[in-house]
Structure formats: C-alpha cells, structure tokens
C-alpha cells in the first residue's frame, strides 16, 4: 500500500492523481517512443490518450498539406467545369456527350478524399445522390 501513496505522491501535475509504472522491451520502447513523437504528444500523453481509447488526430505531413491543397485546387477547377458544361446543355449545346453523374461522382470523391487526409469525420461527407440533387441540370 505505500508504493501506491508514494505514486501518488509523486505525480507531476494537480491533474493527475497517480502513476502506473509500464514496463517495455527495448523494440516496442524505441516503437512507441517514435511514435508518440510522431503524434506530437509527450510519451506520458499518447499511452494516457491510447490507454483511454482518446481520439488520437492523424498525422498530417508535409505531402499530406500539398496534397489536400492540389486536391482543392483540382475539386476547384472539376466545379468550374461542370458549371461551364451545364450552361452549355442550358443553351441547347447538345453535341457535347456529358455524364454528369460521373463527374459528381469525381467531386464527391475529391471531397472525402480531403476530409480523410484533414482527419475529418467522413459521416458528414454527402452522399452522391445529396450532390446530385444539389447540382442536377434542369431541362
């Protein structure tokens, strides 16, 4: 029973109330070491948060930042197009073979493909069908 007093007497912050000591081998260590700092979270923080089951926010890198930025800039200019293309059909240019459906498709997937390289949750990512009847050319 002293040892859990004497933890609890040690604790570093008024937040906590104890400690419990953990013991790894020198591979996971060196593992979970790595990945703490990769997460950007002091070693105590990223075992309290996976221990707690805590959302841990993804890792977002440098590629990951350049990517969601051409990813914005391609949904961007998909928008665009499918603007230019409905007025088209819009003034009767009917020459022009379209399937909208695929590109609202192209855009639905620009925007999840954004939101999981941000960490966004994908349940607030509409449907294809929400796209469409947002966006549906009427004749």
Do not use: W
Request: aromatic fraction near 4%.
């Amino acid at each position: 029973m002293p040892k859990k007093t004497q933890h609890i007497a040690n604790a570093k912050s008024p937040l906590t109330s104890g400690n419990i000591p953990v013991h790894f081998n020198a591979q996971d260590y060196q593992k979970v070491k790595a990945k703490s700092k990769e997460a950007g979270y002091s070693l105590s923080e990223y075992i309290r948060r996976c221990a707690l089951s805590r959302h841990l926010p993804p890792i977002i890198t440098d590629i990951s930042i350049d990517t969601y930025r051409e990813l914005g800039r391609i949904g961007a200019d998909l928008k665009k197009l499918t603007a230019t293309l409905q007025d088209s059909v819009a003034k009767g240019q009917q020459d022009i073979p379209i399937d909208f459906n695929l590109l609202h498709q192209l855009q639905s997937l620009l925007i999840q493909t954004r939101k999981e390289i941000a960490g966004i949750g994908i349940e607030t990512i509409p449907s294809p069908e929400q796209v469409l009847q947002q966006t549906t050319v009427k004749r």
